[in-house]
């Protein structure tokens, strides 16, 4: 049997177990030239896919009810007519929420397991990477000896954007939300500095003791009240790097915040948002960096695994209760 994750509800708030459905089906797939059957190893759970799941407007259409969700995953080629794959491949690329499908090979790119743990390719040599390295040297502009602080330091992205900023020679703060996180950020990740949101009274406090020279770059994985914090402690031609905002995607309500256009005039400093894509010429050269400090030790990943299909809905809300430590995979 083949079994689908299908979306059922669109998520009001907080997503929940019952705004999906596993539906299971014969496994009868058959295949024309120039397609291939693959089955689903690792399956690839991220903040971003929430907004995919709310019919409001964005860079991408949103998921339809009913229909599978789709996501990063990494998949074996079980039977190929097409003349790009062979049987036995492995490759990476967007694919539904199933255990076994069929594709014409669009969009897919082969992974070499004896390189690299395959679930990397979803993480520090996939799209989290890209995020972290294009983000950070094509809006931060990071220079060395700079001040870079980091929201959701301990998440995928988060972590990998701190490493780099130190191979880079950054003095590198890291915020999570949990004394484990923070503990994990200096210690694995060679942060300099870190602080626990949750059990900080004062975030604007806490930023200024931790850069006592103040911040020349933030990148923000997380929005609301702890950016607003990072804002009272940036220097002039400060960059703020906007690539996520986990914090306020469930909100049911407008969200109230401080108005950043002072503190951006005030230091002639710049807020720019992004998406991974818009970086796809620069590709290539990051998948480079990222594979040689990978290579040399220099640049080291987290993940949090989680075993079984049925529990790609679970791993995914879990995202937003934070129980992840870098990169989120489902093992299928």
């Known amino acids: ?3 689908t994750i299908i979306l059922k509800n669109r998520p009001e708030g907080k997503p929940t177990l019952n705004d999906f459905e596993t539906i299971e089906h014969d496994d009868d797939l058959s295949i024309e030239d120039g397609e291939i059957v693959l089955e689903t190893l690792y399956v690839s759970v991220d903040p971003y896919l929430r907004g995919r799941m709310s019919a ?3 860079y991408v259409e949103p998921f339809e009810l009913n229909k599978p969700i789709h996501s990063g995953v990494i998949a074996k080629v079980l039977e190929s007519k097409h003349d790009n794959f062979s049987d036995g491949d492995y490759v990476s690329g967007m694919l539904d929420w199933k255990t076994k499908q069929v ?3 669009k969009g897919l790119q082969k992974v070499d397991p004896t390189k690299a743990d395959l679930s990397t390719y979803l993480g520090v040599l996939g799209m989290t990477g890209l995020t972290a390295y294009c983000g950070l040297t094509e809006i ?3 220079k060395e000896g700079e001040t ?3 929201s959701g330091a ?4 988060g972590s990998v954007v701190g ?5 880079l020679g950054l003095r590198v703060i890291g915020i999570a939300g949990t004394d484990e996180k923070v503990a994990l950020l200096k210690s694995k990740f060679g942060f300099d500095a870190g602080i626990n949101y949750k059990t900080t009274e004062n975030m604007k406090q806490a930023i200024a003791e931790a850069a006592p020279d103040g911040v020349d770059v933030y990148f923000d994985n997380v929005g609301g009240p702890i950016s607003d914090a990072v804002l009272f402690n940036i220097n002039k031609f400060a960059r703020t790097v906007n690539c996520g905002a986990i914090a306020v995607y469930n909100n049911t309500d407008l969200p109230k915040s401080i108005s950043v256009r002072p503190f951006l005039i005030k230091n002639s400093a710049s807020m720019q948002g992004f998406i991974v894509s ?3 010429d620069k590709f290539p050269e990051a998948i480079k960096a990222l594979s040689g400090w990978l290579a040399d030790n220099k640049l080291t990943y987290s993940e949090t695994i989680v075993e079984g299909f049925e529990n790609i809905p679970q791993a995914f809300i879990d995202l937003f209760n934070g129980k992840n430590k870098g990169k989120m995979v489902v093992k299928v």
């Not at 301990?154 to 992205?157: C, D, L, N």
């Not at 490493?163 to 191979?167: S, V």
């Open 148 to 150: 870079l602080v980091v």
């Open 163 to 167: 490493q780099i900023g130190k191979i």
């Open 56 to 58: 409001a407007k964005s």
């Open 154 to 157: 301990a998440g995928a992205v």
């Open 278 to 280: 818009n970086f796809e």
């Open 103 to 105: 594709s014409n090979g």
């Open 140 to 142: 931060g502009k990071p």
């Open 1 to 3: 049997m083949i079994k």
